[in-house]
């Protein structure tokens, strides 16, 4: 199975700042890389699928970008609702995998 | 809006048994392909099952293949999943999620129900 491994396990900023958070896989996922968010107790939420594609709602502040093994989630300008769990995940191939999470905490 | 509401989770010994349901609503279920996804503190987050539409196209992840089963009722807006020969790793949140376009994308999530293992 794709391993995803996420970097870093926990990013501290400031509101206002800009985020950037990384996925590498073990093997190339092509464009198949999705990206979701996770607030304590609620269930992960769909933010970008297929690297670059922000799900309805999502704003412009959050982008995608990466191919084959290599992808990043970019947040301009950070929101304080943005701090948060943000997991990666492949579908590539199955199983579908996720990466471990990276807190961005402020 | 749409709605995915999990039940059936609970504390069950090792070994045991338990069934999962997801009451689907605000959608037309029959149209898309529906997924479980579980979650734990040690594991992280882990795609178990996925089943399409009509319930044809199913496969599951290997930690769960022989002791799981999807299953879906169209008729009933529900989503299922038989939980056989339980162990302390199968311990998590039980999510149930939506993929808009069967592709393996989880668009919609219910609020997860808890499956705790344990003697």
């Known amino acids: 199975e794709i391993v995803l491994t996420q970097s870093p396990a926990t990013l501290s900023l400031s509101p206002g700042e800009t985020a950037t958070l990384s996925c590498r896989a073990s093997?190339?996922?092509?464009?198949?890389l999705v990206w979701y968010q996770q607030k304590p107790g609620r269930a992960p939420r769909l933010l970008i699928s297929d690297t670059s594609n922000r799900a309805t709602g999502i704003p412009a502040r959050f982008s995608g970008s990466g191919s084959g093994t290599d992808f990043t989630l970019t947040i301009s300008s950070l929101q304080p609702e943005d701090f948060a769990v943000y997991y990666c995940?492949?579908?590539?191939?199955?199983?579908?995998?996720f990466g471990q999470g990276t807190k961005l905490e402020i | 809006q749409v709605q995915l509401v999990e039940s059936g989770g609970g504390l069950v010994k090792p070994g045991g048994s338990l069934r999962l349901s997801c009451a689907a609503s605000?959608?037309?279920?029959?149209?898309?392909?529906m997924n479980w996804i579980r979650q734990s503190p040690g594991k992280g987050l882990e795609w178990v099952s996925y089943i399409s539409a009509g319930g044809i196209t199913i496969d599951y992840g290997d930690s769960v293949r022989g002791r799981f089963t999807i299953s879906r009722d169209n008729a009933k807006n529900s989503l299922y999943l038989q939980m056989n020969d339980l162990s302390a790793e199968d311990t998590a949140v039980y999510y149930c999620a939506r993929d808009d376009h069967g592709a393996g994308i989880a668009h919609h999530w219910g609020q997860g129900t808890l499956v705790t293992v344990s003697s």
């Open positions: 605000g959608f037309s279920f029959s149209d898309y392909y």
């Open positions: 093997q190339s996922v092509r464009t198949y």
């Open positions: 995940q492949q579908r590539g191939n199955w199983p579908y995998t």
